[in-house]
């Protein structure tokens, strides 16, 4: 079945540093990628998406490109602020043979930590 | 335009009692979903609708969870009898087909059961 895996938290970088979390995936057939971010005691937030391979999706100066090669969606901040400590989840959703399946599947979330 | 809403926002139950969190998506969508999130289980999908009916209930968990759709604007998930393990923070969300596959969030409801 569908899975996304990331890298485990948390992340603590220093203000202004360069952000990385990695993303890889598997799916049965072409997915749409997403980024959501989950401030502290909000709901998710869609940050980013790519609907096909080499797509970047880009957002409040977060990126990440669509690798279907390396089954990957990494997300890449080149300066992060205090404001971006959060909670950040990779989905994917991917209806396969059933073109009205709408389910997303998640990544475990990376939580970052940006000291100032 | 509102987003995703919620009610209640926090709910603290004692164990054996019956819990409705009510659920009122963005006008329009045609899709809602219900969500749970633990930190040993992270976010899981419980159930999703499409134009008001269940279309996977794989994810609800055992007979003390049940789902409705009475109309396009509202949807209940109720949890009778509640148990200390259903602690957790319940999400709903919806989306809208022709729109891509992605999902806005309500705030959630955080469930305590004691």
């Known amino acids: 079945g569908d899975s996304v895996t990331q890298m485990e938290g948390p992340v603590t970088l220093s203000e202004e540093a360069f952000l990385t979390i990695n993303c890889t995936y598997t799916?049965?057939?072409?997915?749409?990628l997403f980024w959501y971010v989950q401030y502290p005691g909000e709901g998710l937030q869609l940050l980013l998406k790519?609907?096909?391979?080499?797509d970047k999706g880009s957002n409040k100066g977060f990126e990440a490109t669509y690798r279907k090669e390396t089954t990957s969606f990494h997300l890449e901040k080149g300066s992060v602020q205090v404001s971006d400590s959060a909670v950040y989840f990779c989905?994917?959703?991917?209806?396969?043979?059933?073109?009205?399946?709408?389910?997303?599947?998640f990544g475990s979330g990376t939580r970052l930590q940006v000291q100032p | 335009d509102a987003g995703v809403i919620q009610s209640p926002r926090h709910e603290v139950t004692e164990m054996g009692q019956e819990v409705t969190l009510r659920c009122k998506p963005i006008?329009?969508?045609?899709?809602l979903f219900w969500y749970r999130q633990t930190m040993m289980r992270g976010l899981e999908l419980l159930i999703y609708f499409n134009n008001n009916v269940p279309i996977d209930d794989s994810g609800m968990p055992e007979d003390r969870f049940s789902a409705k759709m009475p109309n396009a604007s509202f949807s209940t998930l109720k949890i009778q009898p509640s148990e200390p393990r259903d602690s957790a923070v319940y999400f709903c969300?919806?989306?809208?087909?022709?729109?891509?596959?992605?999902?806005?969030f309500g705030p959630g409801t955080r469930l305590t059961v004691t």
């Open positions: 790519a609907t096909k391979a080499d």
């Open positions: 989905a994917l959703s991917d209806p396969g043979k059933d073109t009205g399946r709408r389910a997303l599947t």
């Open positions: 799916a049965t057939g072409y997915p749409s």
């Open positions: 006008s329009g969508h045609d899709y």
């Open positions: 969300a919806s989306s809208l087909t022709g729109r891509g596959y992605e999902q806005y």
